[in-house]
Structure formats: C-alpha cells, structure tokens
C-alpha cells in the first residue's frame, strides 16, 4: 500500500475481488464541517466510485462477507449504481434516488408480506420486534421521499421550499434503527445471546418510564410506570439466569450487572465479542451510535452521527446550518446526501433481516430479477450520460 493511501476492497459486476489504492482527499468544508476520506462522490458515507473500473460499479465489501450469495451482492452493486448519480444533474439525481427509495420500499415489503405469509409458527416476542424494526424502515424510509418534495408555507408560494433540516432526524432515526436491530440481532450468535440483549434493550426502555417523576403522570401512567418497575425487576432475574447457561466469566458478569443497574434511558448498543476460533464470549461492550467497530462499513462515523445529530437539534450549529442552506440555496446538496443515506440503509437492513432469517433469505432472492432490471435501468442512465 502507498504510503498515506488506503486499499479499498471492492466487488464489481462481476463478484470479483479488486483492491484499489485510495489516495487521501483534501479536506473541503461544507455546512461547517470538513470532509476527508471517502468523498468521492460529494458523500461521506463509505460508496465510492474508482474511474479505473471504467463502466463496472463498485460497493466496499466487508470480507466476512463474502459467503452471502450473489442476490445480496447484487443489491450492493445496485445500491452504489443509485448513489453514483452525483455526476449527473443535482435536480434529475435527486428525483432519480426519490423514485428509488420508493422502488426499494415497494420490494422490501412484499418480500416481507410473501415470507409472513409462509410462516405458520407462532411468533417470540423477539421475533416480533425484529419485524417491527424492518417495518419501521421502510415506513421511515417513505417519511423521507414525500418530506424531500419541500414545503408550500403559502398558496402564493412560487416554487417548493426543501427543508432538510426538518429530514435529518428522521434519516438519524434510521440510522438509529439499523444499528440496534444489527446489535440485537444480528451480531448475537444464538437464542440465548439475542434474549439477553433484547432484554437490556427493553429495562433501557421501561427506565424512560420509570424516571418521570409521578406528579407529571395521570393514573393510567402512573400504574404502567408501576408495572414498568416491576417488569424490570424481572428482566434482571432473567438476565442473571443466562449468565451460566452462556458461561460468562467473572469478568464478563460484572460488565453487565453495571449495565442493569444503571437507570438510564439512554439507548446504547450492546454487543458479546467472542473467541477468535469458537464461540466463547471473552467480552461484552457498550456501543455508541457513534462507534464504528459495529461492522456499519461506512467511513467516519463517528462525522456521520454529529452530521445527523447537528442537524436534529436547535443547537447553535443546527440553525446555523439551517441559514447557510436558505440563503445559500444549496438545500440539494443536503437533500441528496439525505436520500442517498436513506437508499444505504434501507439496503443494509434489507441484507441484515437476511442474516438473521434464513427463511427470509429465499424470498429474497426471488426478487433478484427485479433488482436486476432496475440496475440495468440504471447503468443505461448512466452511460447515456457519458459516466
């Protein structure tokens, strides 16, 4: 590797491994922050478009990866087809990745409805709240394709106001989403894993509840904070119940019980690490949405997450950014960085879902057609205008 480059591994068309040397960018600021590494396509997020493989798209592949099967692979090479659009016209990219968010909804549902219809076995609970956060994305997703049309603040109105601002915290909530359902479902490697994950998950829940103080609560809420305490009594019981069932260390046991006693609302990733060479758990984590070591595979998060969070917030940055848009009228540079994330994470949750079902898994790949005619539609697009 050069010296000051980074080797980006790369998977084209053709499922082929390549490697390509990424010389370090010069940082250039924009919304009052400074972009680095990976803005390749005026993006910070991990896509990136290498002119040597010529008409052949690219999408950086993790390398314990590679054992998904091409239908997965080719959703990545889709997804990178979509946010290379940053060549063409702002205004045609923008409606083009709009028009894809609604495509990529439309076929993540009926995936999902044609694999719901299939299963005849009673739902878990935490097979319940996994659909529910797969719903959530594509109803999230939605959200963000009609809000990125604008605003018409009077009938009078010529033209439409975009208001990113107003997107953001939405497109954070996605983020948000993806990263927990990857925690809680994706990175345990059993049942008993996943419950005791899911259950930290839900005392962190019940404690936003619980710390409302009890003259701010009629009745009704009084009694559901009541049994909200009770319900996290019990989750502790069950979480104890694991420890020796999972063969946790001295060490381990002693991380999680602080993690239980702590009477925070704040939602945290938790995650095992285990034996390079088996499964024993050798450590458990506490994750910031900021934290890169969740296998997110974008590059600097750590910007990503303030970006969203600077932008959700009235903090002095937040409606500073807000000024520099309405009258700089850069609003679609924001909005196209908006769109493409919501593109990205509709995609990860999508091959996500099918590391965690397996009989997900073979509707998915029925689809494959119908993502290949859309990558096709795409790449015509694309070389029509001289890519």
Known sequence: MLRGHETWFLLNNHNSLCAVEIPPTRPRNIGGYARTRGDFVGSFFFFIFAPQLSQESAVVA?????????????????????ITFSIMDKTKTIKDLRHTIDEMSIIMYNIYVEWKVSQSVPLTESERMAENMY?????????????????????????IIPDPSTIYPV?????????????????????????????????????????????????????????????NKTLRIKIRELFDKLALSPSVIDTIENCMSNNTPALKGFMFDHCEHCDNITAFRTLDFSDS????????????????????????????????????????????????????????????FCRYKDSFHSFYNQEESHINIILSRIIQIQQDKNF
């Open 171 to 231: 497109l954070r909530s996605m983020y948000e989403l993806l990263f927990l359902f990857r925690c809680i479902f994706v990175s345990s490697r059993n049942d008993l894993e996943r419950e005791l994950l899911l259950n930290l998950w839900k005392i962190r829940g019940y404690n936003n509840l619980i710390r409302i103080p009890d003259k701010e609560l009629n009745k009704e809420y009084k009694d559901e904070k009541e049994f909200a305490k009770v319900e």
């Open 62 to 82: 993790n390398l314990s990866s590679y054992s998904y099967d091409s239908a997965v692979n080719k959703l990545r090479v889709y997804i990178i087809d979509i």
């Open 135 to 159: 719903r959530m994305m594509i109803f999230k997703a939605k959200s963000i394709g009609l809000m990125s049309q604008g605003v018409v603040i009077t009938p009078t109105q010529k033209g």
């Open 293 to 352: 070591t969740m296998g997110l595979e974008l590059s600097s998060v750590s910007y990503i997450y303030m970006h969203y969070s600077a932008h959700s917030h009235p903090s002095f940055l937040g409606v500073k950014h807000f000024e520099e848009m309405y009258y700089s009228k850069d609003e679609d540079q924001f909005m196209k960085e908006i769109l493409e994330g919501t593109c990205i994470y509709l995609g990860r949750f999508m091959t996500d």
